[in-house]
């Protein structure tokens, strides 16, 4: 039982994510996280501001049970299948991240710097983390998709289009990575 | 019980996402940074082994539960929304180190400032929802 506890490569993680997709195709549905966002809009009212959120989004509460499981998953991951192993990052990534004030790279699932309440409640931290999300939900509606929709289903289904939206995340996120997290956090 | 077939799927994704650590903002900085496989083996991995299995399901003529063939609604087609809507996800993914599934994982494994990020998303797509007429796609 032990492996279990330990991170799991990316030859078992992989392949795993594989299945989810199976089950999810096989139930005729399809494996997309960021849908939800849009019924989350719906349930909201926003059918009231633009056509776009008018449907029928109870035809979509499915997704969200598959949301509601990832949470739970989430927590049976972290309470009861965890040894608590620091993440085996390469040591390059490490010392990068040193230079940007974050301190001890992998001891946690996330950086403190930017997910403690300490630093959420400052100016900065707020914006970072509000321009994050704003940036993922509009990006990934435009794009009709995000990780599992285009990545993983997309391109399993050898669509063009999920293959330039990849193209697309490679673009924002190296972007993001090589010049403007130096400037968003080395100040 | 389809509610129940759901719920375990969704706890599946969510164990083997904290598991193989893609939810970890410090794997994704690493992955563009270009210094691990690790997310290039996780994702290069269940897209070989998802082409193979969408192809064999599809070949087998498989049925799904509901009784239809399987079928994956293909996207529409076009450039501009898919290079820019990609970019701007990958700006936001790169910042926040998780896209939209592993937010919600996170938010079980007990980071409750993700809410925040979850609700600027859930804002996100409704302004694209709004301009959505007035974008190029």
Redesign the interface.
């Known amino acids: 039982m032990d492996f279990?506890l330990k991170?799991?490569?990316?030859?078992?993680?992989?392949?795993?994510?594989?299945?989810?997709?199976?089950?999810?195709?096989?139930?005729?549905k399809?494996f997309g996280?960021?849908s939800?966002?849009?019924t989350?809009?719906s349930i909201?009212g926003?059918g009231k501001?633009?056509d776009?959120?008018r449907y029928d989004w109870k035809a979509y509460r499915?997704?969200l049970?598959?949301?509601?499981?990832?949470?739970?998953?989430?927590?049976?991951?972290?309470t009861f299948?965890?040894d608590g192993s620091a993440?085996d990052?390469?040591p390059?990534?490490i010392a990068?991240?040193q230079q940007l004030g974050f301190q001890d790279?992998?001891a946690t699932?996330?950086?403190p710097e930017?997910?403690?309440?300490d630093a959420?409640f400052t100016l900065k931290g707020?914006a970072?983390?509000?321009?994050?999300?704003?940036?993922?939900?509009?990006?990934?509606?435009?794009?009709?998709?995000?990780?599992?929709g285009?990545?993983?289903?997309?391109?399993?289904?050898?669509?063009w289009?999920?293959l330039?939206?990849?193209?697309?995340?490679?673009?924002?996120?190296?972007?993001?990575?090589?010049f403007?997290?130096p400037l968003?956090f080395s100040a | 019980m389809k509610v129940l077939r759901y719920l375990f799927v969704g706890i599946f994704f969510g164990i083997v996402l904290v598991k193989s650590e893609a939810v970890s903002w410090y794997r994704i900085i690493e992955m563009f940074k270009f210094q691990s496989f690790h997310m290039y083996g996780i994702i290069g991995s269940a897209v070989i082994l998802g082409v193979l299995a969408l192809w064999l399901m599809k070949k087998s003529g498989m049925k799904n539960t509901e009784g239809n063939s399987i079928h994956l609604v293909p996207k529409d087609k076009g450039f501009v929304r898919y290079i820019l809507g990609g970019s701007i996800f990958g700006f936001g993914w790169a910042l926040a180190g998780a896209c939209p599934g592993p937010m919600y994982i996170l938010l079980g494994t007990g980071v409750f400032s993700m809410l925040i990020v979850i609700a600027a998303a859930v804002l996100g797509t409704f302004v694209y929802g709004v301009l959505k007429d007035k974008l190029p796609h």
């Open positions: 279990l991170p799991w490569p990316w030859y078992v993680s992989g392949p795993l994510i594989t299945l989810v997709m199976v089950f999810l195709v096989y139930f005729g399809n996280m960021s939800n966002l849009r989350l809009c909201g926003a501001y633009a776009f959120f499915w997704n049970i598959v949301v509601l499981g990832a949470v739970i998953g989430g927590f049976i991951a972290v299948l965890s993440i990052l390469n390059q990534t990068d991240l790279a992998g699932i996330l950086p930017i997910f403690d309440w959420v707020m970072i983390l509000i321009g994050a999300g704003f940036l993922v939900g509009f990006g990934t509606r435009y794009a009709g998709g995000c990780t599992s285009h990545a993983i289903s997309g391109l399993s289904n050898l669509q289009p999920s330039i939206a990849v193209i697309g995340f490679f673009i924002g996120g190296l972007i993001m990575t090589h403007l997290l968003i």
